[in-house]
């Protein structure tokens, strides 16, 4: 019973400490044009920007517009470049939902095919199953991307390589590379922790990763999407 109490205890002030935090965005260089962007809103989630020579890329759109327009101003404090293209690497909501904002201010919004028809498939679905756990995450309009490759695709004259390798941790994940930085942002495929698998292609996931290591990228530095950002190749 003490046991239980203590465990109980953890919790709470885990919990505490967590609703004690002033959510927010930051932005932070992490090597050549790769930005980490750390999100502490609803639930932490990291996410990437790319500054190339002439313009910005966006990995990840953030969980609203709010959050995107909080990126946005991030990353004018340290450049002026246009902000180009946003690219979700997923169907979630903390890789979409910003996509409206994006969107109003001129940028292209890049995915895959299969994310195009999985937001226009299940965005109000998986918008309710995050509320199950984070009750405040608002109700944020379905906003679809606005350029869709069949597969994997580049941007920045192939600075940006977005690698759809097969199902993962959700039937669309991609990694995003960066070749000259040998920085691969995994999102939700590679992180500390599984996390929640109920969308998980668990027969698949595993192929994928062996597809990731054939490639045989020469990788310094992982992004997770959750918990801890920044990681080595180990």
């Given at each position: 019973?003490r046991?239980?109490?203590?465990a109980?205890s953890l919790?709470?002030?885990?919990?505490?400490?967590?609703a004690?935090?002033?959510p927010k965005?930051t932005?932070?260089h992490?090597?050549g044009?790769?930005y980490v962007?750390?999100?502490t809103?609803y639930?932490?989630?990291?996410?990437?920007v790319?500054i190339?020579?002439?313009a910005?890329?966006?990995?990840?759109?953030?969980?609203?517009?709010?959050t995107?327009?909080?990126?946005?101003?991030?990353?004018?404090?340290?450049?002026d470049?246009?902000i180009?293209?946003?690219?979700?690497?997923?169907?979630?909501?903390e890789?979409?939902g910003g996509?409206?904002?994006?969107k109003?201010?001129?940028?292209?919004?890049v995915?895959?095919?299969l994310?195009y028809?999985?937001l226009?498939?299940k965005?109000?679905s998986?918008?309710?199953?995050?509320?199950?756990?984070?009750?405040?995450?608002?109700?944020v309009?379905l906003?679809l991307?606005?350029?869709?490759?069949?597969?994997?695709?580049?941007l920045?004259?192939?600075?940006?390589r977005?690698?759809y390798?097969g199902?993962s941790?959700?039937p669309?994940?991609i990694?995003?590379?960066?070749?000259?930085e040998?920085?691969?942002?995994?999102?939700?495929?590679?992180?500390?922790?599984?996390?929640?698998l109920?969308?998980?292609?668990?027969?698949?996931y595993?192929?994928?990763?062996q597809?990731l290591?054939?490639?045989?990228l020469?990788?310094t530095t992982?992004?997770?999407?959750?918990?801890s950002?920044?990681?080595?190749?180990?």
């Amino acid at each position: 019973m003490r046991w239980l109490f203590l465990a109980l205890s953890l919790v709470l002030a885990a919990t505490a400490t967590f609703a004690a935090e002033v959510p927010k965005v930051t932005l932070t260089h992490l090597k050549g044009g790769v930005y980490v962007v750390e999100d502490t809103y609803y639930l932490k989630e990291n996410s990437a920007v790319y500054i190339g020579p002439d313009a910005v890329t966006i990995i990840g759109a953030t969980w609203t517009p709010e959050t995107a327009r909080l990126l946005a101003a991030e990353i004018r404090k340290v450049t002026d470049k246009p902000i180009t293209a946003a690219i979700d690497p997923d169907y979630n909501p903390e890789r979409a939902g910003g996509n409206g904002y994006w969107k109003s201010i001129g940028v292209k919004v890049v995915s895959t095919r299969l994310t195009y028809d999985l937001l226009t498939a299940k965005w109000t679905s998986v918008c309710d199953f995050i509320r199950r756990y984070r009750p405040a995450y608002p109700h944020v309009p379905l906003v679809l991307p606005t350029e869709t490759h069949r597969g994997s695709f580049t941007l920045q004259g192939d600075r940006v390589r977005a690698l759809y390798l097969g199902p993962s941790h959700s039937p669309d994940d991609i990694f995003v590379y960066f070749p000259k930085e040998k920085v691969l942002y995994a999102g939700n495929i590679l992180k500390e922790h599984l996390g929640n698998l109920r969308f998980a292609d668990l027969r698949a996931y595993p192929k994928t990763l062996q597809r990731l290591k054939g490639l045989h990228l020469p990788i310094t530095t992982v992004i997770s999407g959750h918990w801890s950002a920044v990681h080595g190749p180990e």
